[in-house]
Nanobody, 125 residues
Framework: QVQVVESGGGLVQAGGSLSLSCAAS????????MGWFRQAPGKEREFVAAISSRALNTKYADSVKGRWTISREYAKNTVYLQMNSLKPEDTAVYYC??????????????????WGQGTQVTVSS
């Protein structure tokens, strides 16, 4: 069993920055590939960013590429999502997820096994 807990959401003006954190616990954290997805009101959940188990590879959705950075800190079993140049269309609930089956940075929701409860990010115009 793996517990996934996100933090760091909030309200920010367009052009601003936020940093999300995700702590995973319960099994060997270094074996996890981890990712971030988001779901806006009335829309399906979509991929945002992912990082491989050894942080050798990262992957980003086109909509956030160049603006955001995913990273991980093994000592704290934590993954971060640094979000810069935020836009109103980034408003969504952001979910952190863990894959115990795949070590690579995947954009596929089906590759992930455990999900956090989500944290709200709201970007005002």
């Amino acid at each position: 069993q793996v517990q996934v807990v996100e933090s760091g959401g909030g309200l920010v003006q367009a052009g601003g920055s936020l940093s999300l954190s995700c702590a995973a616990s319960g099994r060997t954290a270094s074996s996890y590939a981890m990712g971030w997805f988001r779901q806006a009101p009335g829309k399906e959940r979509e991929f945002v960013a992912a990082i491989s188990s050894r942080a050798l590879n990262t992957k980003y959705a086109d909509s956030v590429k160049g603006r955001w950075t995913i990273s991980r800190e093994y000592a704290k079993n934590t993954v971060y999502l640094q979000m810069n140049s935020l836009k109103p269309e980034d408003t969504a609930v952001y979910y952190c997820t863990v894959s115990l089956r795949y070590g690579g940075s995947s954009h596929r929701e089906s590759d992930y096994d455990y999900w956090g409860q989500g944290t709200q990010v709201t970007v005002s115009s």
